[in-house]
């Protein structure tokens, strides 16, 4: 372990201290920043897909705006096949993302083109958490040729329904929680139905309007996404900054030196000459017990007979339990 004369680790400790402070203030203000972006997102969808709708909109429902299917259930008999295809679950749907890192297989024999998924199609998970369930994402033809589970609900909008609208109003309920009004829990998941689902309002505007809307959605959106992962870039930052710091505090590149400072190796052996001196000033008080001290009294005490015979050969001193 490295030491540092005394003086400098003080030095080091205290710049450190300094330092430290100083970052976990900026990393407090990131993480407060980011959980503004994520308020600032569902403020984008909740005031672009109002509560309360203007004139020339139509408000339906979800299954009059397209319709809605369940996934394929999954089972052991269809683990292996003649015809094994790539299916989704609710795992790979994420709010407006799929993830295709884990896509896994089952055999469609027949029933392929049933499950099959089109761009276009919102999927929504049909089983979760409760403030998750109903989340929403939009395949976009990617990965190609796949499936879906009955994990996940398919919407398919109707020909003056946009997707990207559709993904916008679906997106709005689960910020709002809407959809939790309509979960049903089991063993500690939430399932959203497709019959409840169909029941859930869907206002649709006139279609430019929609387009206007999408464009406007994306556009602030894309702001957040950039200013989030702007965040992201400096918590990371800040995490390697604290390594920095600690490795010039060990290093000696944090404080200044001064090569008047004591050594450590001076400081210990000066504690240690403070020690023996210590050790020998008390032993040589316990010595007077013995030896005389030059004084008239101890003289006279020790020399006196009638003293020196009132003291047992065999005298101990008494001892205590602790």
């Known amino acids: 372990m490295p030491l540092p004369p005394f003086v400098e680790q003080q030095r080091i400790v205290e710049a450190l201290e300094d330092q430290l402070s100083r970052l976990d203030a900026a990393e407090k203000d990131l993480k407060v920043a980011h959980g503004k972006v994520s308020a600032f997102r569902k403020s984008v969808l909740l005031t672009l897909v109002p509560e309360k709708t203007p004139d020339s909109w139509d408000v339906t429902t979800v299954g009059e705006a397209g ?179 600690l490795n010039r505090a060990f290093t000696g590149a944090l404080a200044p030196q001064d090569s008047e400072d004591e050594s450590v190796e001076d400081l210990l052996d000066r504690i240690r000459g403070q020690r023996e001196a210590a050790k020998k000033a008390k032993s040589g008080r316990g010595g007077r017990k013995h030896k005389p001290t030059g004084s008239t009294e101890s003289q006279q005490v020790l020399a006196s007979p009638a003293t020196a015979s009132t003291i047992p050969r065999n005298a101990i001193q008494q001892e205590f339990e602790l």
Not at 71 to 84: A, I
Not at 138 to 162: I, K, M
Not at 178 to 198: C, D, G, P, Q, Y
């Open 67 to 245: 319709s809605i299917d369940l996934g394929r259930q999954r089972h052991p008999d269809w683990h292996h096949g003649p015809e094994m295809r790539p299916y989704l679950r609710v795992a790979n749907v994420f709010e407006d993302r799929i993830d295709t890192n884990d896509v896994m297989k089952m055999d469609f024999s027949g029933v392929f083109e049933r499950y099959k998924l089109e761009p276009g199609d919102v999927l929504l998970n049909e089983g979760q958490s409760p403030h998750l369930v109903g989340r929403p994402a939009l395949y976009r033809g990617q990965p190609a040729e796949v499936a879906f589970t009955n994990s996940l609900l398919r919407f398919r909008a109707r020909a003056d329904v946009l997707p990207e609208w559709a993904l916008m109003v679906f997106r709005r309920h689960l910020h709002a929680r809407r959809f939790m009004r309509e979960v049903r829990i089991t063993t500690n998941i939430a399932h959203l139905s497709a019959k409840r689902l169909k029941a859930v309002e869907f206002p649709i505007p006139p279609l430019e309007e929609q387009k206007r809307l999408v464009q406007r959605c994306e556009e602030l959106l894309a702001d957040a996404d950039a200013l989030e992962k702007s965040l992201g870039l400096g918590l990371r930052r800040a995490q390697s900054l604290r390594k920095s710091l």
